[in-house]
Structures are given as structure tokens and as C-alpha cells.
């Protein structure tokens, strides 16, 4: 009896030693996924970001109008942000684990046509080439960073978005420094960091094809069952308005975002006769505002609430917003890097406030919020050139900070869409 009862007692003892073991590699492996995610989103959007940091190259080279660089970012934004939505529905169904190598691929051969191309029509298909790349990679990384997060789902997402946000502030950097000395033909160079992401990325996917292996159809039922379990109380109607008032919210920041990304650079230029290599350090200013914004937003966002945090963000970066036409270039760099804090801070909070309406759709919401509000964005770059054209580029800043007013609209949003899902 006492045998056998030092023998139950001591298999208990050592199987949290084993499973300890376990879960600590597990973690580590975790770590080193969101990580190598991070690393390609920096590259993918450090490489996106020249797009718009060649913007004065091409205009004087190609005698393009506001309205043509509009067209640009467009045919970028359509392919880059219109087709996430699609991208996130079908892997939400068949999750595809080599894709993210195969985007970036995309992404490789827009920047080899942008480097040779010598027409406007090769400059667009190039950019739409290099928005596709992004429209694949977005909402599956997104996914493989919410599996490998091991519960830590804000954890994960912030250190995904934050490579991003490197990336962007990095790109024009890079132009300053690289690209403008030596002109359009050097954007080749920044292909090896695309052959760097597809090495990365293919090791990434057959972590993900692993993971998708071992999983069985039990822990698919149960893990569809906790989805049901924790979906929040609310009709189907008030999700749905809820998810439109979230991308009229992104609309209007990245609208105006988009009159500082890809016009910021022409409107120092013209406004106080800089250069452009002393602009795209304005530009790049800008961009790690951006970046702090959205570490900060996230911290605070989970101390005080996601909704408050909306309402800071819009609403906040208005007074700043319509003092930044008026002031002089230093101040001008203070209010434009204080915009982007400001507006960047509500970003981590929207999107998971939209996750927990609509849980279980992973990629279709990073689709959603990372593709088609962006995409909106773009074609109000396009407006905005055409009004540029019509007007002046002066104009554009001194009108665009009233679309931060739709912030009014978190007003309609639901309190509480539903508990936070920590424990799946």
C-alpha cells in the first residue's frame, strides 16, 4: 500500500517538472516567431515607405502633377489595403502557411520594375505590385503572431505593429540618405532586404504548417466552441455599426495621415524652400511619432480603457492639426510629430476593440483594419491631389484637419463589446 502510494504520489511531482520544460520551450519558440514577424514587417513596410519617399524624385522627373502622385499612392493603396479584407476572409478558411513568403515575393518584383521603370504606367504597375506584396502579408502575419502569442494576444500585437512602425520611419531615412543621392535606379538595393523577409518568412511558415499539422479536429471544435462562448451580447445590427464607425474613425485619421505621409516632403519644399533630403528628415520625425504613439497607446489603452483612448486620439490631434498650416518649420515639425503621437496612440485599441466584436475572424479583421481603412486613406491621397492641383498644396493642410472631427462619432460605439478574451 505504501508502495504503490509513493508511487502515485510521485508521478504527479514530476510531470509539472516535464511540463514545465515544455511550456518554457514552447515560449521560447513563441518569442522568436512574433519576433522574426516583426523583423518582416519592419523590412515589408520599410520597403512600402519608399514608395511615398520617391514622390519628389519622380514628380521632377517625370513632370508629374499632385494629382498623377495621388494616382500613385492609389494604385499602391488599392492593391495594398482594398485586397487585405479578401486575403484575411479566405485564410480565415484556409489558412495558407507559405503565403507570407510568396507576398514578399511580390514585393521583390515591384521593386526591381520601380528601379528600371521609365514610364508613369511602370511606376504604377510597380507600386500596385509592391501594395499586393503588403495585401497578402498583413492579415496572415497577423494570424501567425495571434497563434504564436500563447494567450498574450496584446503582447503579440504590439510587438508585430511596432516592427511596422519602424519600418515606416526607417524607410525615408533610407531615401534621405540612399535614394536621393543616388536616385530612382538604387531602390534595387533594398531588394536583398525582400530576399532577407522570404528567407525569414519561409522558416516562419513551416512553423506554421507544423502547428497547423498538429492540431486536431478536436481542438479546432473546442477552440470554435470558446470563440461562440466568449462572442459578445450584442446584435448583429450594432456590430455592424460598430465595425463602420471603426473604419469611419480610421478613415479620418489616415486621410489626414495621408496628406502628411505622401505630401508632407512637397509641402516643406514649397512652403520654406528646403531640400529634399532635409525634408525627408521632417518626414521621418514624423513617422517615429508614429511610432511612439502606438507603444504608447497600447499601454495606456490597457490601463484606461479602449475607448477613451479613441476619443484622445481623434479628437486630440485637432487643435495641433489646425495650428500646423500657420506655424513656422520648426514648429511645424513639433505639431506634425505631436499629430502623429496623438493619432497613432488609438490604432492598437481599435483593433482590439474590433476583435472582441468579431472573434473567431482574425484575418478578416486585420484585413479590415490594416487594408481597406488604409486603402480609404488612399483614395483621399488621390483627392487631395487633385485638390492640391486646383488649389494649392498650402490649401490641403489648412482643410484637412476637419475630417478629425468624425471622432464624434465614438459616441455610438457600445461600451463593452465583450469580455476580453485573455483566457483562450
Known amino acids: 500500500m505504501s508502495d504503490s502510494t509513493l508511487s502515485a504520489g510521485t508521478a504527479p511531482a514530476a510531470a509539472p517538472a516535464v511540463s514545465t520544460a515544455s511550456t518554457a520551450s514552447a515560449n521560447s519558440t513563441t518569442f522568436a516567431v512574433i519576433l522574426s514577424l516583426s523583423f518582416c514587417h519592419l523590412l515589408n513596410d520599410m520597403m512600402q515607405s519608399l514608395v511615398p519617399a520617391l514622390y519628389p524624385i519622380l514628380k521632377e522627373n517625370y513632370a508629374l502633377s499632385f494629382g498623377q502622385v495621388g494616382l500613385i499612392t492609389l494604385a499602391f493603396q488599392c492593391t495594398a489595403s482594398m485586397l ?27 521593386l526591381l520594375l520601380m528601379s528600371r521603370a ?43 505593429q511596432v516592427g511596422g512602425n519602424m519600418g515606416s520611419a526607417a524607410g525615408p531615412l533610407l531615401a534621405a540618405f540612399i535614394v536621393v543621392p543616388h536616385g530612382q535606379h538604387s531602390i534595387v538595393w533594398f531588394s536583398a532586404a525582400a530576399l532577407v523577409a522570404m528567407f525569414v518568412l519561409f522558416q516562419v511558415g513551416g512553423w506554421y504548417a507544423r502547428r497547423q499539422a498538429e492540431r486536431k479536429p478536436a481542438a479546432r471544435k473546442a477552440a470554435s466552441t470558446s470563440a461562440s462562448v466568449t462572442s459578445p451580447v450584442l446584435s448583429r445590427r450594432r456590430v455592424t455599426l460598430a465595425v463602420a464607425i471603426l473604419v469611419a474613425l480610421l478613415f479620418s485619421k489616415n486621410v489626414y495621415s495621408a496628406s502628411l505621409g ?23 520625425a514624423f513617422l517615429v511619432g508614429i511610432v511612439g504613439g502606438t507603444i504608447a497607446g497600447g499601454a495606456v489603452g490597457d490601463k484606461v480603457g479602449r475607448i477613451p483612448v479613441m476619443w484622445f486620439s481623434i479628437l486630440g490631434a485637432l487643435p495641433f492639426a489646425l495650428m500646423l498650416p500657420y506655424a513656422n518649420l520648426f514648429w511645424t515639425g513639433v505639431l506634425a510629430v505631436l499629430v502623429a503621437m496623438i493619432m497613432a496612440s488609438a490604432f492598437s485599441a481599435i483593433l482590439v476593440y474590433a476583435q472582441e466584436l468579431m472573434p473567431g475572424r482574425v484575418g478578416l479583421v486585420a484585413g479590415m483594419f490594416f487594408g481597406f481603412s488604409f486603402g480609404l486613406g488612399g483614395l483621399g491621397a488621390a483627392a487631395l491631389g487633385e485638390l492640391a492641383d486646383w488649389t494649392s498644396i498650402e490649401t490641403v493642410y489648412k482643410v484637412t484637419p476637419f475630417l478629425l472631427l468624425l471622432g464624434i462619432l465614438t459616441a455610438f460605439l457600445p461600451r463593452q463589446p465583450g469580455e476580453p478574451r485573455n483566457s483562450r
Not at 504606367?121 to 506584396?133: D, Q, R, S, V
Open 84 to 110: 487585405q479584407p479578401l486575403v484575411g476572409l479566405y485564410t480565415d478558411k484556409k489558412p495558407q502557411p507559405y503565403s507570407l513568403m510568396v507576398g514578399m515575393g511580390f514585393t521583390l518584383v515591384g
Open 118 to 160: 521609365d514610364s508613369y504606367p511602370m511606376i504604377l504597375f510597380a507600386a500596385a505590385l509592391i501594395g499586393m506584396g503588403s495585401s497578402v502579408f498583413h492579415p496572415e502575419a497577423s494570424r501567425v503572431a495571434r497563434m504564436a502569442s500563447g494567450g498574450r494576444y496584446g503582447l503579440a500585437q504590439s510587438l508585430f
Open 262 to 284: 505622401s505630401y508632407f516632403t512637397l509641402y516643406l519644399m514649397s512652403r520654406f524652400g528646403i531640400d529634399v533630403a532635409t525634408a525627408q528628415l521632417y518626414l521621418f
